[in-house]
């Protein structure tokens, strides 16, 4: 019996069975290299087949409809294309193109952006998979209840995969934004990531205990270990449909509705958050939209992502949340230029009021979707009750446009504020004042107040959301909420935390935002209070 051990949470399940080693074996056929001309055109073909065939998996799923937006972009083809010039292979250039691109994602301070140097090494694979002989499917033979085990395990790999039939994933690269963790979570599967070199440790068909919550995976345990396991499995599978029988009822704290909304960053996302009991979206992301794309999203392809994403919602509140992108999230087309301090600089709100015609695009797009939901607007970022002011302004005339046009919106849409600096905390009665909602969000709100870099584990200790500081910052939020009458939300992980409930309920927060997979668990802990 050996331990592996990794500080990556990448889900809250455990899992029991048997390895299945990925084992990626391309049979290549021997190709010899032709002219620069006949690579080209290799290289063409394979794109155009690549093409396709992620076309027609996008068709149901937000991974390749992102995909899709690569695989289409110039700077793909432009890339492979000069390395065949300067005399590679179409492989070997698809090698190298993947190389630049890969190193040129990882590099950039961002979880979530960083994560997509994963979809580039899935197309590429693809490609190449194209250009040697075609897509094998590395799954066949995997049993039902089997742990996949892979040095890597990229957004395709998903789709190849029958999630309902294994039990979890344990991998030697990864993050917790990493695809493999969304899906392990979606799905409550079990995962272990990160774990390095030392995977090579487990063989195909040894006995897998993995532990999500302590980032644990146990290779053929004796059966002491595995029955304390079974124990504690079934204890935690008793708990979990516990959980899931409040999911979809609405619950209450001392005689109070609470409501317990969800975070959600695509329509897919949405569907699912509602299906999982959500009283609706606290947090709808809308960077992802910019970010997934090589051009700026136009206003009609936003009012069709809101509209539908209102629909899916069927009544509930729908909370879009205005482009919140900045200098370490750089969106090469906004013309983003690097900054010494990106989390002190162009981003969020203050990009959007610099750039006053785009910010037009999106809220026009959002109070078109207004007509068909209970569409609200979210502000983020806002440290000024100048900036508010001018956000509204603005929004004021597109809601004159639109009448002017003819076209129809809610006139009385809800607009709310992030409380994410500590200046929006010291000026929370202000900014209550002037608009209908807050939302906590204290993903960047602890590291503003404790002057900790959210992504830096080397001040990891003191990005701690239960400081006094931070607590204090969110009771004297609620409070200004409370005395003017707004409602306050919280959509920072910290709402999805279960220890942090009965604090914030008695802080006075009546409605939080939390990850789809926490919605029973929060609904729970509020029902036992
Ligand atoms: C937050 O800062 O808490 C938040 C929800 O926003 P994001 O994590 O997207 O910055
Ligand atoms: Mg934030």
Not at 257 to 276: I, Y
Request: hydrophobic share 45%; charged share 25%; proline share 2%.
């Amino acid at each position: 019996m050996k331990t592996l051990q990794t500080s990556v949470r990448a889900s809250e399940t455990i899992a029991i069975g048997r390895a299945f080693v990925l084992c990626r074996n391309h049979v290549e056929q021997s190709i010899t290299q032709g002219s620069i001309e006949e690579e080209k055109a290799r290289f063409t073909t394979s794109l155009q087949s690549s093409t396709e065939q992620i076309e027609a998996l996008a068709v149901d799923s937000d991974i390749f409809a992102a995909h899709l937006e690569i695989v289409q972009d110039e700077m793909l083809s432009d890339a492979v294309m000069e390395h065949i010039g300067s005399g590679s292979s179409a492989v070997e250039a698809c090698q190298a193109a993947c190389a630049d691109l890969v190193a040129m994602f990882e590099a950039l301070d961002d979880e979530y952006l960083s994560a997509r140097a994963d979809d580039i090494k899935d197309i590429f694979a693809r490609i190449e998979a194209n250009l040697t002989g075609g897509l094998q499917n590395p799954f066949e033979g995997v049993k039902e209840g089997d742990i996949i085990v892979a040095r890597e395990l990229l957004p395709s790999d998903m789709a190849l995969l029958d999630l309902n039939a294994i039990r979890g994933f344990v991998t030697a690269l990864g993050s917790t934004t990493s695809h493999v963790c969304i899906m392990a979570r979606n799905h409550s599967l079990a995962a272990v990531v990160g774990l390095g070199d030392a995977l090579e440790q487990i063989s195909s068909g040894d006995m897998l205990i993995v532990d999500s919550y302590e980032g644990k995976v146990i290779i053929n345990p004796d059966s002491q270990t595995i029955d304390s396991y079974l124990v504690r499995q079934l204890s935690l599978d008793a708990l979990r449909s516990e959980q899931q029988q409040v999911a979809t009822q609405t619950v209450e704290y001392e005689g109070e509705s609470v409501a317990v909304t969800a975070n959600a960053g695509s329509v897919d996302d949405v569907v699912k958050a509602v299906e999982a009991g959500a009283d609706g979206v606290g947090l709808f992301r809308s960077e992802f939209l910019y970010l997934n794309s090589s051009v700026e999203p136009t206003e009609e392809e936003q009012y069709h992502v809101y509209s539908a994403a209102a629909k899916a919602c069927n009544g509930r509140p729908l909370t879009i949340r205005t482009l919140d992108i900045g200098g370490d999230k750089a969106v090469p087309y906004l013309g983003f230029e690097r900054e010494e301090n990106p989390f002190l600089g162009w981003r969020a709100i203050r990009v959007s009021l610099d750039m006053e015609q785009m910010f037009c695009r999106q809220l026009r797009a959002i109070l078109r979707a207004s007509a068909e939901g209970d569409v609200r607007v979210m502000f983020p970022m806002i440290a000024t009750l100048e900036e508010l002011i001018e956000a509204k302004r603005i929004l004021e005339r597109c809601k004159a446009d639109l009448t002017a046009e003819g076209v129809k919106y809610n006139e009385n849409i809800k607009v709310g504020v992030m409380i994410e600096t500590p200046a929006a905390v010291f000026i929370a009665d202000t900014l209550a004042a002037n608009c209908d909602f807050f939302s906590i969000g204290t993903n960047d709100l602890v590291q503003y107040i404790m002057a900790a870099d959210r992504a830096n584990v080397k001040v990891s200790h003191l990005y701690n959301p239960y400081s006094e500081a931070v607590i204090r910052a969110i009771r004297l939020t609620i409070e200004s909420a409370q005395r003017t009458g707004i409602e306050c939300s919280m959509c920072g992980e910290l709402a999805s935390d279960s220890s942090a409930t009965e604090l914030l309920l008695e802080a006075g927060l009546r409605k939080f935002s939390v990850n789809t997979g926490s919605i029973a668990k929060i609904k729970y802990t509020i029902s036992k209070l």
